[in-house]
């Protein structure tokens, strides 16, 4: 069990590190919709793809030290980790090859509205735990 400061230290970064995701994402399909996939907007891409997974990883571990009292949200957390996971690896399997930038510019725009949901239910439903 984790104690109150923790848990509170843990929605705060919680918190910070979905703004920074969104802003993150949202520069990156800025830079997609001028049209150009050229070197460094694909390591861009590869890199928030990183970034976005290290982010799950680490709060997987984290969440696993609530226990279970929250047995059925942090279950569709994962669940929506996971699907995560897979659409970032089609996003990378796309940047492998000669890809339309449209294309990509398509799958981050359904990253996003995914990853808003998402991060929506995980501030909806972690947050009033993690700050009580």
């Known amino acids: 069990m ?3 400061q923790r848990r509170r230290a843990m929605a705060e970064q919680l918190l910070r590190a979905h703004r920074d995701l969104r802003q993150q994402l949202a520069r990156l399909r800025a830079d997609v919709g001028t049209g150009e996939l050229g070197h460094s907007l694909i390591t861009h891409c590869l890199a928030y793809c990183d970034s976005l997974h290290g982010h799950h990883s680490k709060e997987d571990g984290a969440l696993a030290q609530l226990g279970d009292e929250l047995g059925s949200v942090l279950e569709r957390v994962r669940r929506e980790h996971h699907m995560v996971a897979d659409a970032l690896g089609e996003i990378r399997r796309l940047l492998a090859a000669p890809t339309p930038a449209a294309e990509l510019k398509t799958r981050l725009d359904q990253l996003a509205d995914q990853l808003e949901d998402h991060f929506a239910y995980e501030e ?5 735990a993690l700050s009580a």
């Not at 909806?124 to 009033?128: A, F, I, K, T």
Request: hydrophobic content about 25%; cysteine-free; charged content about 10%.
């Open 124 to 128: 909806e439903q972690l947050l009033p």
């Open 2 to 4: 984790t104690t109150p």
